[in-house]
Nanobody
């Protein structure tokens, strides 16, 4: 089994930046696709960004140009860099991994999930 632990969440003001980290353990995830998802209060979970083992990325339209997904396979860790944060970015952010290495932002395609880290953006 793969265990994922997110960190780096917190409270920031509009226009601020955060880096979220996702540390994997139990197995190496170098050949897995990694994804970031978020869920705002009262809303459904949505895909934020995804990255395959070979470096292809995909972003939700509202995140393009502001969010960047990356990974350091030597550290078995994925990252989400968030810039120009807005109040609508507030939510619980989850890291996920799938062993089929498919580029997708469909949550049902991911078989490992972290517990989440809270991001709050205040105006």
């Amino acid at each position: 089994q793969v265990q994922l632990v997110e960190s780096g969440g917190g409270s920031v003001q509009v226009g601020g930046s955060l880096r979220l980290s996702c540390a994997a353990s139990g197995k190496t995830v170098g050949r897995y696709s990694m994804g970031w998802f978020r869920q705002a209060p009262g809303k459904e979970r949505e895909g934020v960004a995804a990255m395959t083992s070979y470096g292809r990325t995909r972003y939700a339209d509202s995140m393009k140009g502001r969010f960047t997904i990356s990974r350091d396979n030597t550290q078995n860790t994925a990252y989400l860099d968030m810039d120009s944060l807005q109040p609508e970015d507030t939510g619980m952010y989850y890291c996920a991994a799938n062993g089929w290495d498919v580029l997708t932002m469909s949550g049902s395609s991911y078989n490992y999930w972290g517990q989440g880290t809270q991001v709050t953006v205040s105006s």
